[in-house]
């Protein structure tokens, strides 16, 4: 079976930093300042990397060192690496600093308008250096890169058995029609009355498209789909154009203006029975960052104030 990293390798790496300090600086002394180890050390790392290599890597030049034809050509072949090794431990040492590390956060498409930027506008100002990474996609697409370890949370509806959760809240599913459509004027709509319309939906790998398919289906008919469109803003103005009726999560535009479920082009209509869907936060089998941890908790904190139906 082969090695990952030959012996040879995994020796020599911890005296690599050495000798790119000194390669750079031109000077054992200065290197060894820029590294904070006493000279004497930086000279036995560099000693022992060339007995490694078996080949000289300094030259003496003036009060300084060069390097030789070997030790230029190590340097220009091991140089990149060195730096992008160094970059790796920073930002790994910096994401486990609660103050400035970094968050790759998603959300759902109906909480972008205000739930979710309402909350990171308050861990932000509470946490100003922490740095994000914003994904907003559907929930399956969400909980899949969860668990592939492509974000560290995720506020997901509705959220999935296989991953570690905290209950947020609920989001309530009306049935939205034109002004002009003939059950504008209701107060409450059973789906069985919907036999006969056309839906504007969302495709089928969307929560929402597979509860409108079963919630028809228990009712005993299957829904006539004219247009699918993941976009919901998209969605309620085709229904508003009188395109079709749609089931969808109360707008949190409308929410935060301050008006009720109708607006001057869409009517939004409870549905008898069960109509909610479950919001929670989720994140990966595995111990967090204390960033992600601070952020973890703001939300659960804080949901109540800003997520529909909050805990």
Request: hydrophobic fraction near 45%.
């Amino acid at each position: 079976m082969d090695q990952w990293v030959s012996s040879d390798l995994a020796e020599m790496v911890p005296l690599l930093a050495a000798f790119d300090a000194a390669a750079m600086e031109g000077h054992i002394t200065h290197a060894a300042a820029a590294l904070s180890v006493p000279q004497s050390s930086l000279s036995r790392r560099l000693k022992m990397l060339e007995q490694i290599l078996g080949v000289a890597l300094f030259q003496p030049a003036g009060r300084g060192v060069a390097l030789t034809a070997a030790g230029r050509d190590l340097h220009e072949r091991t140089h990149g690496a060195i730096r992008e090794l160094d970059d790796a431990v920073h930002v790994v040492r910096s994401n486990a600093d609660p103050e400035s590390g970094s968050v790759r956060f998603g959300f759902p498409l109906t909480l972008g308008p205000v739930s979710v930027p309402s909350l990171l506008a308050e861990f932000h100002e509470a946490a100003p250096r922490i740095r994000f990474g914003l994904v907003q996609a559907h929930g399956e697409a969400l909980c899949a890169m969860v668990r592939e370890g492509r974000l560290d949370l995720a506020v997901v509806i509705p959220p999935p058995d296989d991953l570690p959760v905290v209950h947020l809240g609920t989001q309530r599913i009306l049935l939205y029609v034109a002004p002009s459509h003939p059950f504008a004027e209701r107060t409450q709509i059973d789906l069985a009355d919907l036999a006969a319309e056309h839906f504007i939906a969302n495709p089928p790998v969307y929560h929402l498209r597979r509860l409108l398919d079963t919630w028809c289906k228990d009712a005993g008919f299957v829904p006539r789909v004219a247009f699918e469109i993941g976009e919901f803003e998209t969605a309620r103005a085709l229904v508003a154009q009188g395109l079709g009726v749609a089931l969808l999560p109360a707008s949190e535009r409308s929410a935060a203006s301050g008006s009720d479920m109708s607006r001057d082009d869409l009517v939004g209509i409870p549905l008898t029975g069960h109509r909610d869907r479950d919001i929670g936060l989720i994140r990966g089998n595995h111990r967090p960052t204390p960033a992600v941890a601070r952020l973890h908790d703001h939300i659960v904190r804080r949901a109540g104030a800003f997520v529909p139906g909050g805990r």
